[in-house]
């Protein structure tokens, strides 16, 4: 079956524009997590979803991301006024419930120019 | 106090040795462990759950020691492949997110 799928791969912006990506989990996966990754360094918690539950949004740096998961599946991180500061690799990934192993999307690379 | 830590390393070993990897976690009420590998620029990728028991997977050995609150990875006879970082995994139970990512170790096997 597929993996988790995120686009697009590769996303550059200029500064203050907004971005969003995608994150296509693991079907019936009802955890997605966010994560994003700078270079060279540990992977950093944005948000997190759990089937109907309220999500987790205790990782989101500021006001200017926010991210969506529509009918339990797809999911979208959006940041607003993107800053040269969020340049990195934004990785989604799910598990079928929480508490499992979570498996990864290869992420998209986002540069703020 | 992080929720989980590990040494950054770096651990460059040759070909064919045996390396072993620690990691310690805070909350005594962790449920879930899990060892995954990254790649340089790569995803991180499940490499093997660890289990209270202790469990194997060919050159791989993972343990968990509750009453210390920390986990291994024993690596045998090395192979160029396994050059990578190693992450340590932890979850509790949490009405929030539960899966707490070590900052990983970084293994180079030298020819």
């Known amino acids: 079956g597929a993996g988790v799928s995120q686009s697009p791969s590769n996303k550059v912006t200029e500064k203050g524009k907004d971005v969003e990506l995608r994150c296509d989990p693991i079907?019936?996966?009802?955890?997605l997590y966010w994560y994003r990754q700078s270079l060279g360094q540990g992977l950093e918690f944005l948000i997190y979803f759990q089937g109907n539950s309220a999500p987790d949004k205790s990782g989101l740096p500021s006001d200017r991301f926010s991210a969506e998961r529509t009918g339990g599946s797809v999911s979208t991180l959006t940041i607003q006024r993107t800053q040269q500061e969020d340049s990195a690799v934004y990785l989604c990934?799910?598990?079928?419930?929480?508490?499992?192993?979570?498996?990864f999307g290869q992420g998209t690379r986002l540069t703020v120019v | 106090r992080k929720e989980v830590e590990q040494d950054p390393g770096p651990f460059n070993v040759p070909e064919g040795a045996t390396v072993a990897f620690n990691c310690t976690y805070s909350n005594s009420a962790s449920q879930s462990f899990f060892w995954y590998r990254q790649d340089c620029r790569k995803e991180p990728k499940l490499l093997m759950s660890v289990y209270s028991s202790g469990n194997e997977d060919g050159r791989f050995t993972a343990q968990l020691n509750r009453a210390s609150q920390y986990i291994s990875l024993l690596i045998r006879d090395s192979k160029l492949s396994d050059s990578a970082t190693y992450l340590c995994v932890v979850t509790k139970r949490y009405t929030g997110n539960q899966f707490y990512f070590g900052t990983g170790t970084s293994l180079t096997v030298i020819p």
């Open positions: 079907s019936g996966h009802t955890a």
């Open positions: 990934a799910s598990s079928a419930t929480a508490n499992t192993e979570a498996f």
